[in-house]
């Protein structure tokens, strides 16, 4: 492989110039034809890349305008639109009469929220050398995608040392909230573990489904009421973190569970939608790098 870059002594950065690119070979087919079958396929990969694209982010900017009409009761599904008769003024604003503001903190008094717990592990937290290719997830902020964790790529723990931790051992149905370093990130633990260990940048929320739903929760964390809340906090210190007890002083907004069902499970399809989209997008552009592997090298011939 030739190396283009120069560096640049003003700055010490790497930096293009004219002679380097200049020492360039290229390969490239004589037939003009040829040539021209092999950029206009490519072009069409690369349009329907950009289409997928703006698709996206056009589903996304829908899903958060619909989060901000669902999640406050501006916008009330069947049935329970016939059923709306107000609006009363709390802490986060207006919202619908018969909907109620509740701390994190109420909510655990309460058992509407029977646990919650951060991955503050202290003396038992894990030397890089007791980390395995398998066993038990040891799952990160950064292992949060699309309202998923990412399973592949978790570090993981042997069983035996996995079982050896006290606290942050999430099981499914968990909320994730990441609220160290990266803080916002928002992931419904689905897994076929028996459980995982969580790192020091996440807390798992874990409801009493018949008072809070958890796929409601999960949503409510990622909109821009409860982002408020939290960046408020995060506004006041230089730390990017949001410590356990500070998240238990945040409100939530709660509908009746019957409702919370409904609005998750419009929200969970729109995430479906959104997934399928991203699969395809990710699934294009290796298309397109295998395309260019083989057709920029003659590999594979168009003519």
Not at 88 to 113: C, F, M, N, Y
């Amino acid at each position: 492989m030739i190396d283009w870059m120069g560096y640049n002594e003003a700055s010490g950065v790497p930096s293009l110039n004219a002679s380097t690119i200049e020492g360039v070979s290229l390969s490239y087919p004589a037939d003009k034809k040829e040539q021209s079958t092999i950029a206009n396929a490519l072009t069409d990969v690369d349009a329907l890349i950009t289409s997928l694209e703006k698709l996206i982010a056009k589903k996304s900017a829908i899903k958060t305008a619909a989060m901000q009409q669902l999640l406050t009761g501006k916008k009330r599904l069947p049935p329970f639109d016939q059923q709306h008769t107000g609006y009363q003024k709390t802490e986060l604003g207006e919202i619908p009469e018969d909907w109620k503001v509740v701390s994190i903190e109420k909510a655990i008094e309460r058992r509407a929220i029977l646990d919650q717990m951060d991955g503050n592990h202290g003396e038992l937290y894990p030397k890089s050398h007791e980390f395995s290719d398998f066993g038990i997830p040891y799952v990160g902020a950064t292992d949060f995608n699309n309202g998923r964790v990412d399973f592949s790529s978790c570090k993981y723990l042997p069983v035996s040392r996995a079982k050896l931790f006290k606290k942050g051992i999430a099981k499914k149905g968990d909320v994730l909230f990441a609220h160290n370093a990266t803080v916002g990130p928002v992931a419904l633990l689905d897994t076929d573990f028996e459980f995982v260990i969580l790192s020091t940048t996440a807390t798992y929320y874990r409801c009493d489904n018949c008072v809070i739903n958890n796929k409601y929760l999960a949503s409510y964390f990622s909109s821009q009421i409860f982002v408020n809340q939290y960046s408020s906090v995060m506004s006041q210190s230089t730390r990017n973190q949001v410590p356990i007890l500070t998240q238990r002083k945040f409100y939530l907004v709660l509908p009746s569970i019957e409702e919370q069902v409904v609005i998750s499970d419009v929200l969970s399809d729109m995430d479906s939608e959104l997934s399928v989209l991203e699969q395809r997008l990710n699934k294009t552009q290796k298309i397109k790098q295998g395309m260019m592997q083989e057709l920029l090298t003659g590999k594979t011939r168009l003519i």
